[in-house]
């Protein structure tokens, strides 16, 4: 008398899925063959004198297989069809449809046992009467309480799709909040950049117009790499040590021989991939701070390493430091640190030291 529900086969009110109807079709065949097992039976037990106890179970499994299977059947179908329409009203129709195949179970019964003659003819009725209330209890507690079990585990199953559902859900929406946050922290870099760039192209133009010429092919080199920059999260390293020589480049049109740089990452690191503009941004904040507030200008050095399976890139200079408890949200170190969290979370970070009387930006994060 079980009715099992598959929460993934849950269809709306007033509809079955064609797995649903195949699991009933499936079903109906047991009635028959169990049904034939028990004609098989009682033939048998026609040529046979049984004991007193082989009666008994005989009578047992009589009344158990015409109320049980078709009390199955039913509750399975009333299940699938009512359960969803009718939530606060299926143990009552549970409770019918038990009280419906325990009379007409007990009523075949009864009849079988008087056909095959188990008990003698003008018994049937008393038959009937001692047999039906214990069918009907027995049946009650058993189906209703199988059916109770069966429904709070359907619940539970529904219940937990749904929250993983959610949950699914919800970190998708995290993930194109993320995404969004980091294409506006990245659209806040380009403008910024760009106007730095042309303030350098400007100071040219009077002095020297084919410096100022070269220096617009490397701002249209600069733009382009911007521009798929901000299509993806990532680019490859040696994609943004273009940038950041064509940078340098452009600012040595305006500060000369005050801007000294060197560039020292090894071959094995360049297919790996940063975030884009973030070593720029590091070298970017020595020129600004240290190189055009001194009158002797800066020695920027650029270096990278691999170490214990994390990518480490830095930036020094031999300027007076600062820390980042003085950085803010708009500053362009307060941006890379948010772009940073969005892309490795806690794994990426950024961090200052003063080592040999330099200033060292190091920007680290997961290989």
Same mark, same amino acid.
């Given at each position: 008398?079980?009715?099992?529900?598959?929460?993934?086969?849950?269809?709306?009110?007033?509809?079955?899925?064609?797995?649903?109807?195949?699991?009933?079709?499936?079903?109906?065949?047991?009635?028959?063959?169990?049904?034939?097992?028990?004609?098989?039976?009682?033939?048998?037990?026609?040529?046979?004198?049984?004991?007193?106890?082989?009666?008994?179970?005989?009578?047992?499994?009589?009344?158990?297989?015409?109320?049980?299977?078709?009390?199955?059947?039913?509750?399975?179908?009333?299940?699938?069809?009512?359960?969803?329409?009718?939530?606060?009203?299926?143990?009552?129709?549970?409770?019918?449809?038990?009280?419906?195949?325990?009379?007409?179970?007990?009523?075949?019964?009864?009849?079988?046992?008087?056909?095959?003659?188990?008990?003698?003819?003008?018994?049937?009725?008393?038959?009937?009467?001692?047999?039906?209330?214990?069918?009907?209890?027995?049946?009650?507690?058993?189906?209703?309480?199988?059916?109770?079990?069966?429904?709070?585990?359907?619940?539970?199953?529904?219940?937990?799709?749904?929250?993983?559902?959610?949950?699914?859900?919800?970190?998708?929406?995290?993930?194109?909040?993320?995404?969004?946050?980091?294409?506006?922290?990245?659209?806040?870099?380009?403008?910024?950049?760009?106007?730095?760039?042309?303030?350098?192209?400007?100071?040219?133009?009077?002095?020297?117009?084919?410096?100022?010429?070269?220096?617009?092919?490397?701002?249209?080199?600069?733009?382009?790499?911007?521009?798929?920059?901000?299509?993806?999260?990532?680019?490859?390293?040696?994609?943004?040590?273009?940038?950041?020589?064509?940078?340098?480049?452009?600012?040595?049109?305006?500060?000369?021989?005050?801007?000294?740089?060197?560039?020292?990452?090894? /071959?094995?690191?360049?297919?790996?991939?940063?975030?884009?503009?973030?070593?720029?941004?590091?070298?970017?904040?020595?020129?600004?701070?240290?190189?055009?507030?001194?009158?002797?200008?800066?020695?920027?050095?650029?270096?990278?390493?691999?170490?214990?399976?994390?990518?480490?890139?830095?930036?020094?200079? /031999?300027?007076?430091?600062?820390?980042?408890?003085?950085?803010?949200?708009?500053?362009?170190?307060?941006?890379?640190?948010?772009?940073?969290?969005?892309?490795?979370?806690?794994?990426?970070?950024?961090?200052?030291?003063?080592?040999?009387?330099?200033?060292?930006?190091?920007?680290?994060?997961?290989?």
């Amino acid at each position: 008398m079980t009715c099992i529900i598959d929460p993934t086969e849950a269809q709306p009110s007033g509809s079955r899925s064609p797995q649903i109807t195949a699991i009933i079709r499936k079903q109906l065949w047991i009635v028959p063959s169990v049904a034939l097992l028990c004609l098989v039976l009682l033939l048998t037990i026609g040529r046979t004198k049984l004991s007193e106890s082989g009666i008994e179970l005989v009578v047992t499994f009589i009344y158990a297989a015409l109320i049980s299977l078709p009390s199955a059947v039913l509750l399975t179908k009333v299940a699938h069809r009512y359960s969803e329409r009718f939530p606060r009203f299926i143990i009552v129709l549970n409770a019918l449809v038990l009280l419906g195949t325990a009379t007409c179970g007990t009523f075949v019964g009864a009849w079988l046992l008087l056909w095959i003659g188990i008990i003698p003819h003008g018994r049937y009725w008393m038959e009937i009467r001692s047999a039906y209330p214990i069918s009907v209890v027995i049946s009650l507690m058993v189906g209703l309480g199988i059916t109770s079990v069966e429904t709070l585990r359907y619940k539970l199953q529904v219940t937990t799709l749904e929250l993983r559902t959610r949950q699914v859900e919800q970190e998708r929406a995290y993930k194109l909040l993320a995404e969004a946050r980091l294409s506006s922290l990245e659209s806040r870099i380009h403008p910024h950049f760009l106007f730095n760039t042309l303030n350098s192209i400007a100071a040219l133009i009077p002095s020297d117009p084919q410096r100022a010429e070269d220096t617009v092919g490397k701002l249209a080199s600069l733009l382009r790499f911007s521009l798929s920059a901000n299509q993806s999260g990532l680019v490859l390293l040696s994609q943004e040590l273009k940038i950041v020589r064509d940078y340098l480049e452009i600012e040595r049109t305006r500060f000369g021989s005050r801007l000294r740089y060197e560039i020292a990452v090894p /071959d094995e690191l360049t297919e790996v991939s940063v975030p884009p503009l973030a070593l720029q941004s590091l070298v970017e904040n020595a020129v600004k701070h240290v190189v055009a507030q001194r009158n002797q200008g800066a020695s920027i050095r650029i270096h990278g390493a691999r170490v214990a399976g994390r990518v480490m890139l830095a930036v020094s200079d /031999d300027g007076p430091g600062f820390t980042l408890a003085a950085i803010t949200p708009e500053h362009g170190l307060g941006n890379l640190i948010a772009r940073l969290e969005l892309l490795f979370g806690t794994a990426g970070q950024l961090e200052v030291a003063r080592e040999n009387d330099r200033t060292i930006v190091r920007l680290s994060f997961p290989a």
